[in-house]
């Protein structure tokens, strides 16, 4: 009677090899996920938080004129609150006498990359939001004279122009 030799080693190495490619091919795919596809935030979640006023200005053949300004006009803040509240507090005034103005209440949303602040039906303003790094942004706000309400254009200004303002994030919400 002869014996024949098992090869259940060499079916277990098998099954392991398969069981280990698929593992290898699992996490392989795990990482090259890119990085914002993990569980990023949405630019809603993102934005949502107390951002204050760092700097102004025009855009002029794409550079950045910043205006001058003193610091109660650097006391600019907006508020982008969770439930789609906005509000944005200003103040007017020479350095050391620097005045509140009334805060103004809004809603705000995201469509694609514009920033949209709006009450009811009537957007008050919107601009192209442009990340800088995790704690500021840029807003560029495109300002139409051409199609001004009241009909009247100042000469000094072209009809057409793009304002910006750099935000820095005041804290986390």
């Known amino acids: 009677m002869q014996i024949k030799s098992i090869k259940l080693w060499s079916s277990y190495l098998q099954r392991f090899k398969v069981k280990l490619s698929l593992w290898h091919i699992a996490v392989l795919a795990l990482l090259s996920m890119p990085a914002h596809a993990m569980a990023a935030p949405s630019d809603a979640e993102a934005l949502q938080g107390h951002w204050r006023l760092e700097q102004a200005g025009a855009i002029e053949s794409d550079q950045l004129k910043a ?80 199609q001004s309400q009241d009909g009247q254009t100042p000469s000094v200004w072209p009809l057409k122009f793009t304002t910006y303002q750099i935000l820095r994030r005041a804290n986390q919400v």
Request: proline share 2%.
């Open 67 to 146: 205006y001058d300004f003193n610091s109660c006009r650097l006391l600019r803040t907006y508020s982008l609150r969770a439930d789609g509240y906005a509000i944005y507090s200003s103040a007017e005034g020479e350095e050391g006498a620097c005045v509140p103005l009334e805060p103004r209440l809004s809603h705000w949303r995201i469509e694609g990359k514009r920033l949209v602040f709006y009450i009811g039906d009537e957007v008050l303003e919107e601009a192209e939001v442009v990340w800088l790094d995790a704690q500021r942004l840029r807003l560029d706000f495109v300002v139409d004279l051409a």
